[in-house]
């Protein structure tokens, strides 16, 4: 695989920063929607790239983040269930509910299995046909395809003690609900690579065509991202927002018919719970009839206890782009990696983990020196 | 003999005394060892070095090693890292009952091969064996005694404001080789680990220059780790740059599909040390003499901005901050 090093060349880089320098006059402000994107924006230092004129937000693009507490609680209530066995992948397990975690019913006894693949817990649905298996099903349009895939095999095979627990959120709906709220004044949005490479770029059209903001689709290399927002300025700068895909690589304008297909065949939509932004219509999806004997929520009906959220935390507003992670009281000081009070701290999407791991977005050595001329 | 390893193997009746005479001491004999005592009676002098650690990799065997070579060669470099000379080691397995003896055989062989090669005897043992289920194949623990050299004196707090950061080489292939055999995330190319004895190397180091203040082996947790331990523990900043670092292209190419920096990925043949610079280019001479640091590198410098911190200068040039590693990046590595 050779083509690691050509999308982090540092001369290439400086070319595009430079170019971006050039061109930027007016100020502006731009959203990265995926969290894939802030992190790779974190770890190679990319806002220290652009020119003061270009302020960037981070967004909802966190499967693990934007999942409700309310969610969250049914999936630990699912797992508490005798004769389940829950599987998930990697980053739910230590995400808090309002009560406990999975990884806490785990250690009480609970089956929680951490799986790389929906195919792999179609599996485990096979080797243990006594036990009902339930994947947590989470993610935007990227995931959806696969765990629809998951659900036809589940069927075709006759496996009928697997179950989806389906949380899965559509990102153009979720844009349009930001926009709607108009909290966060955006210019610009760096459109999320993967979920594009199912969905497509027609799918964002109404944003520029109804709030005049601009969509550039993104692959996740740091060369790209630059080449993004290098496009993102052009278009603010000319005054003429449209959808552009600097990702060409992956992304077609159509999408992967294939793929969408199969989301179509098996999901029909339906609203969906945000944390932070609360239930936004048309931006989730649910089974469909044909299919509902894998419907977790019908086969196993559980009474919840009213959810509560961690007082303190600000991860609603983190993932609205109405606040950065140091704004939050709890940031360093209480919620950290090994301790997370909100999702935003635990996944490796999230905006907390990033800023935690990766340093503050401003010149690190300046936010240093700072730091030391406190104490 | 049957050809697994059953529970009257941990009786210490007739198979236990079978087991080691048969299948233990061919291999690893040696004056102390043989006799077989209670203890292995030895004598040394000067300032020793003490250490203990527990293997419990999975898979036991894995592409250039396995969990044997494993024990050997972290033990040895555990002692290394403070400048000591590795004499002696004690062996102790807790087997699961199961275990093909064929497999047990060639774990001990590849004991053998590592201890020959690292200058070490092992003069103690033990073998225990617990019910299946109760233990996951084959766990090893080993101790370690050696002598440090007059004048050596190394530690993770001895970092000095100016001197060098070397690496010994490519970061990230034992950690990448474990996962590439782990189920379900099979790559179709051979990642190899680079677990290796590192005494010799250090002895090289050390004849080249006695200015060496720390040196460290990142395994678990990866450079990063080690570079924030040295950072803390001498109360200095430390700066690297992120294109002076080696990584294989495999190693590369595995760590963005599963989405792990390799800084934080686990080594078992490599060092970090940091040397004054007035020595530095003589070590490194010294190093690239030997096939384990081949590939060293400088790869940053000591600095009095920002203590107890690790900064680098990333591929595109800005700078961020580096941290430890937190949670758990792969299970059971070593």
């Known amino acids: ?375 | 003999m049957n050809d697994t390893i059953l529970l009257a193997h941990g009786s210490g009746g007739k198979l236990s005394h079978e087991l080691v005479e048969k299948k233990i001491l061919p291999f690893l004999a040696n004056p102390a060892l043989n006799k077989l005592d209670d203890s292995a009676i030895f004598e040394t002098s000067g300032r020793l070095a003490f250490t203990t650690d527990s293997y419990v990799v999975t898979p036991i065997f894995f592409p250039s090693g396995d969990i044997g070579k494993l024990a050997v060669c972290g033990t040895v470099n555990d002692l290394s890292m403070n400048g000591a000379r590795p004499l002696y080691l004690s062996l102790s397995a807790i087997i699961e009952e199961g275990l093909p003896l064929e497999e047990l055989e060639r774990i001990i062989q590849s004991i053998k091969i590592a201890a020959e090669e690292a200058e070490v005897s092992i003069i103690t043992g033990d073998t225990k064996v617990v019910n299946q289920g109760q233990a996951d194949k084959l766990f090893i623990n080993t101790s370690g005694i050696g002598v440090i050299p007059l004048g050596v004196d190394i530690s993770g707090a001895n970092a000095k404001v100016g001197d060098k950061v070397i690496l010994s080489g490519t970061i990230g292939d034992h950690g990448i080789a474990i996962m590439s055999q782990r189920e379900g995330l099979r790559f179709s190319m051979t990642l190899e680990s680079d677990c290796a004895p590192l005494n010799k190397l250090v002895s090289q180091m050390l004849e080249a220059s006695p200015r060496i203040h720390c040196l460290r082996d990142p395994t678990r947790g990866g450079l990063a780790t080690t570079l924030n331990e040295f950072a803390k523990q001498s109360h200095v900043g430390i700066k690297v740059e992120e294109d002076k670092i080696p990584v294989k292209e495999e190693v590369k190419a595995a760590c963005e599909l599963l989405g792990f920096d390799p800084i934080y990925v686990a080594n078992e043949g490599k060092l970090v040390a940091i040397v004054d610079p007035r020595d530095t280019d003589k070590v490194l001479a010294q190093m690239k003499q030997n096939g384990y640091g081949r590939d060293a590198a400088i790869i940053g410098e000591v600095t009095s901005d920002h203590p107890g911190r690790v900064i680098m200068k990333t591929k595109l040039g800005p700078s961020r901050i580096v941290d430890m590693l937190s949670g758990e990046l792969l299970p059971r590595i070593c």
């Open chain 1, 1 to 375: 695989m050779k083509f690691v090093d050509e999308y982090q060349n540092s001369e290439l880089a400086k070319g595009l920063a430079d170019r971006i320098a050039n061109r930027s006059t007016k100020t502006i402000r731009l959203m990265e929607f995926c969290g894939g994107h802030t992190h790779a924006i974190m770890r190679y230092g990319i806002r220290q790239l652009v020119p003061k004129t270009v302020e960037m937000k981070s967004g909802p693009g966190c499967p693990v983040c934007v999942t409700a507490t309310a969610d969250l609680d049914k999936a630990i209530a699912l797992a508490r269930l005798p004769e389940v066995i829950i599987t998930t992948f990697g980053d739910m397990m230590r995400v808090p509910g309002s009560y406990s975690s999975l990884q806490q019913a785990r250690a009480e006894g609970a089956d929680v299995r951490i799986v790389y693949s929906t195919m792999d817990a179609v599996e485990i649905a096979k080797t243990n046909p006594e036990r009902s298996i339930i994947f947590i099903g989470i993610g935007f349009e990227t995931t959806a395809p696969t765990i629809a895939a998951s659900i036809i095999k589940a069927q075709q095979n006759k496996i009928e003690n697997f179950h989806v627990l389906t949380l899965h959120k559509l990102t153009p709906p979720v844009m349009k609900a930001l926009l709607d709220l108009g909290e966060v004044k955006l210019d610009g949005i760096i459109c999320p690579g993967h979920v594009s490479v199912i969905i497509g770029s027609h799918p964002y059209e109404f944003i520029p065509k109804n709030y005049g903001v601009t969509c550039v689709i993104s692959g996740f290399e740091p060369l790209d991202i630059l080449l993004c927002i290098d496009k993102l300025v052009e278009q603010i700068e000319n005054g003429q927002p449209r959808v552009e895909i600097a990702y060409p690589r992956g992304v077609k304008p159509e999408g992967n018919p294939k793929a969408l297909e199969l989301m179509d065949e098996v999901f029909e939509i339906d609203g969906a719970n945000w944390r932070g932004i609360g239930t936004v219509p048309q931006s989730g999806l649910k089974i469909r009839k044909k299919y509902e004997r894998f419907d977790a929520d019908k086969a196993f009906p559980v009474s919840l206890k009213p959810a509560k959220e961690t007082k303190g935390c600000r991860c609603g507003d983190i993932v609205r782009g109405a606040a950065t992670p140091p704004e939050c009281k709890l940031f360093r000081k209480v919620c950290t990696p090994e301790r997370p009070v909100g999702p935003c701290m635990v996944s490796s999407e999230g905006a907390c983990a990033a800023y935690y791991q990766y340093g503050p977005p401003e010149n690190s050595e300046g936010f240093l020196e700072r730091k030391r001329s406190k104490l």
